[in-house]
C-alpha cells in the first residue's frame, strides 16, 4: 500500500483504532514509523500542558525573556549606538517576540490538543474469551470485544504466534458449528490487532474468534488451518 496518511498516523499516536493496514504498514515502513514518532513526541508534550499553560499564562522564562530584550533596548535608548547596533538589537528583540508568539500559539494549539486527547473514551467491555491451541500450534491467546465510544471493537492477542513463514495469519468470528466465517483482518506475530467491527455485527451468531495461517494464494476462504480458537463470553 502507499504510505500511511497523516490522520492515520496522528490516530495511531493518540492510541487510538486506525485501519490495520495502516498499523501493518508502519511496522514495515522506516519512514512511516518515523514520522508516527514525531508524531507521538508531539503527543507526549500535548499530554504535559496543563490548565495553567494556557494562553493567557504562558511559560514564566518566556515572559522573563522577552522583558529583559525590552528593558535591554528601554536602557540603550538614550546611548549614542551605531545604526547598524540598533538595528541588530531591534532585530533581535523581533526574533525573542516572534519566538514568544510562536511558543504561545504552540501552547494555545496544545490545549486543543489536550482537550482532544483527555476526552475521556466511554469503554465498554462486551465479551471476552480465551484462544485455545489448534492442531499442533502449540500457542494461545485471548480475544475481547468492547465498545468505544459506542463503536464494537475485537481486540485479538496471540503473545506466541510463531512467524507465518511466507504466509499471514487472518481473523475470523464465526458461528458456533464454524460453517460460517467472517474474515476481519489480518494479525501480525508479535502485536496487539485492534479491529473495528461490522455494526451489523451481532456476537449471539458469530461468538468464536478463530486465527488461521492464509497463504498469498488469493482465495479469500478459510484456510482451513486454525491456530487458535476460541468463543466469546459476555
Ligand atoms: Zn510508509
Known sequence: MSHCDE???????LGE???????????????CSARL??????VSVGRTVTPDDLPS??????????????????????????????????????YVLAAAAAVVGLIAGSVVTTS??????????????????????????SAVVQKVNGTSQLKVTVPDLPNADGGYYEVWMATADTKNMVAIGNLNPGSTAVYTLPEGMDLASFPVVDVSLETYDGNTGHSA???????LKA
Open 7 to 13: 490522520d492515520a498516523l496522528a490516530l495511531l499516536a
Open 17 to 31: 483504532v486506525v485501519d490495520s493496514r495502516d498499523v501493518a504498514h508502519v511496522q514495515e515502513c522506516a519512514e
Open 37 to 42: 514518532e514525531e508524531y507521538r513526541a508531539v
Open 57 to 94: 499564562a504562558p511559560p514564566a522564562e518566556v515572559w522573563t525573556a522577552v522583558s529583559a530584550v525590552v528593558a535591554r533596548d528601554r536602557a540603550s535608548h538614550g546611548d549614542v549606538v551605531s545604526l547598524d547596533a540598533a538595528r541588530s538589537r531591534r532585530r533581535r528583540g523581533g
Open 116 to 141: 482532544v486527547i483527555n476526552r475521556p473514551e466511554a469503554v465498554q467491555m462486551v465479551a471476552s474469551g480465551t484462544l485455545d491451541p489448534i492442531g499442533d500450534a502449540g500457542v494461545s491467546g
Open 225 to 231: 488451518t486454525s491456530v487458535v480458537r476460541g468463543t
